[in-house]
């Protein structure tokens, strides 16, 4: 489900399931278009509880509606049944709700394009990537490490081989490309430079860059195939090389599945 707790009177209302609700709302106007749109702000009050007592109402015949969803109840299960078949901004805002508006409307028209460019042509295969992507990068936040990449001079594994390429070659991307050799491969993969001057910063810089390169890992790492067995466990261990932040890619793929599978 895209909540993990009840929201309404009284509830826990987590900024990330209030807004998931509130997104499932708006995307459900077009059957229901008496109710008012939300503000998407994660917040819980009085609109937001009109809104779902009014679908309550309409939806699901209920003459006593109390404005909760549960994570397993009718009602957010009536609200999923609206949702639009199609990949959408809006359903790209509810499975990153910590997203700003502005980095989602940065990335969503790329993305689409991007992932099926690279075989992510079902919804589990688009879910999953969307879901490492949004651990990977703080939900679009990040498109280069923190870290200023020294950690990785000398790392001959990575092909730093020359002084400076540890800073140089730092991760980039939404998922991160890291030394030499990877900038090296994906370049001429794409039939570009990117490791003369302040070539490597485009990576970070351009959005279209940052998206591809986390699908150019995807597919160099064949995690479609590891995406349909839906075993989130194996695609973190490729992606992170562990298990870090499992918890977190795992909320982010209940959103994911939620939203579009």
Same mark, same amino acid.
């Given at each position: 489900?895209?909540?993990? *707790?009840? /929201? ?32 998407e ?14 679908? &309550? ?15 397993? @109840? ?13 990949f ?5 805002? @509810? ?13 969503? &028209? ?23 992507? =949004? !651990?990977?990068?703080?939900s679009?936040?990040?498109? *280069? ?13 990575? =092909?730093?081989? !020359? ?15 890291? =030394? ?14 990117f490791?003369? =001057? ?22 160099? !790492? ?5 995406a349909?067995?839906d ?7 490729k /992606? ?9 890619? &795992? ?11």
């Amino acid at each position: 489900m895209c909540i993990s *707790e009840a /929201v309404g009177p009284g509830a826990t209302n987590r900024f990330e399931d209030v807004k998931a609700l509130q997104i499932l709302v708006n995307l459900n106007q077009t059957r229901f278009p008496a109710i008012a749109p939300l503000s998407e702000d994660g917040r819980w009050g009085s609109s937001t509880q009109l809104a779902i007592e009014a679908f &309550q109402r309409t939806a699901l015949g209920n003459g006593s509606p109390d404005g909760r969803v549960d994570p397993h @109840g009718a009602t957010l299960a009536a609200l999923r049944t609206g949702l639009p078949p199609d990949f959408s901004e809006a359903k790209l805002r @509810g499975i990153m709700p910590r997203a700003s508006d502005t980095d989602i409307a940065r990335f969503y &028209q790329p993305t689409l394009p991007a992932m099926l460019a690279y075989g992510m042509d079902t919804p589990l295969r688009q879910a999953h990537f969307l879901a490492q992507v =949004g !651990h990977e990068s703080g939900s679009f936040r990040y498109t *280069e490490e923190l870290a200023t990449g020294a950690a990785y001079e000398g790392r001959t594994d990575l =092909g730093n081989t !020359h002084s400076g390429d540890g800073t140089k070659f730092k991760g980039r991307g939404l998922i991160q490309l890291t =030394g030499r050799a990877n900038y090296v491969a994906y370049g001429l993969d794409k039939g570009q430079n990117f490791t003369d =001057g302040a070539n490597p910063s485009m990576i970070a810089r351009d959005v279209t860059l940052a998206i591809d390169v986390a699908c150019w890992f995807w597919k160099r !790492h064949s995690l479609n195939a590891v995406a349909d067995l839906d075993d989130v466990r194996a695609v973190t261990m490729k /992606v992170n090389g562990g298990l870090n932040g499992l918890a977190d890619r &795992q909320d982010f793929l209940v959103r994911s599945k939620f939203f579009l599978v």
